[in-house]
């Protein structure tokens, strides 16, 4: 399993980014799929995650009614919509996977950088 993000950059407070987590590798219809981020001195936390199969998503508080994920399967891949960006999601963020069976995450990305300027 291979996990390319992409869509990182710096964007002023108030804007909008889009990531990108193309998958490749397997057939994805039995995985999990999130995005985790981490800051710097602070341990990667988790932000958002679909099933590959079916609608159910889920977030974290600190990022719900902001952040929007989705998936093209077509193309295999995960997006990860940001809106009104703050200053406190920057961060490298990280694509990962999972088999629906498995409790952790065993497949990452090498991460994209997002900085939010005040």
């Known amino acids: 399993v291979q996990l390319v993000e992409s869509g990182g950059g710096l964007v002023q407070a108030g804007g909008s980014l889009r990531l990108s987590c193309k998958a490749s590798g397997r057939s994805f219809s039995n995985y999990q799929m999130a995005w985790f981020r981490q800051a710097p001195g602070i341990e990667r936390e988790f932000v958002a995650t679909l099933w590959w199969s079916g609608d159910s998503t889920y977030y974290s508080d600190t990022v719900k009614g902001r952040f929007t994920i989705s998936r093209d399967k077509a193309k295999n891949t995960v997006f990860l919509h940001m809106n009104s960006l703050e200053p406190e999601d920057t961060g490298v963020y990280y694509c990962?996977?999972?088999?629906?069976?498995?409790?952790?995450?065993?497949?990452w990305g090498q991460g994209t950088q997002v900085t939010v300027s005040s």
């Open positions: 990962a996977a999972k088999r629906n069976s498995d409790a952790l995450y065993n497949y």
